[in-house]
């Protein structure tokens, strides 16, 4: 059982044609009311079925899949209080054509009333077609722009409970909500992931 202001941590993994692995990961505070577990990995599979991962899925080429959900309850310096659960998904990118290397990608922003405190989105997929003369088309920013608004809004849970989008701090050791507020740019990121289970 989830209790309000425990802070939950979803871990999406997504698997590159050349064998890489990429991850976003996310958190949320839980507000209003406490949460079954089992009702908090619903929500939040949901959200990746019918919110995150159909945004995603248009921006990305049909060779890299978002395979992966775990989700964890943590304490406020990021170890893990409890595993949630994990299950298993298999959302496809549509877009036909070559992939950009692994570590190139659509970039999110998000912040909060701590000026240092963001929450950042390395977002993996971007194709080749998508990136002309070193800058994002127009239709795959509008995609990151849907991709954040999905990120940022709140999501139910059955019994009243509601998961708040935000970024844990391990200056402070605590969460902090997101303000609403979002930047994203035409210029594709780029991001080495040299550690394993470690993402953006």
Known sequence: MAEIGDIIRATLSYSHP???????????????????????????DDWVDLSWGPEWDDFAELSVTLFNLEVDVVNGDGTVDRNIGEELQSLVG?????????AVAGFLQASTERAKSLGRKYVPGLPEGGVVDGILHSSFLGYLVLMAIEWLAPIPVTGGGSLVAGVLSRVLLAFLEFDGSIYTTDVPAYQRRRKPDVGS
Do not use: Y
């Open 18 to 44: 050349n064998g890489s692995i990429a991850q976003n990961v996310f958190f949320w505070e839980l507000q209003t009311a406490a949460a079954d577990d089992d009702d908090i990995m619903d929500a939040l």
């Open 94 to 102: 549509i877009i036909d054509g070559e992939v950009t290397s692994p």
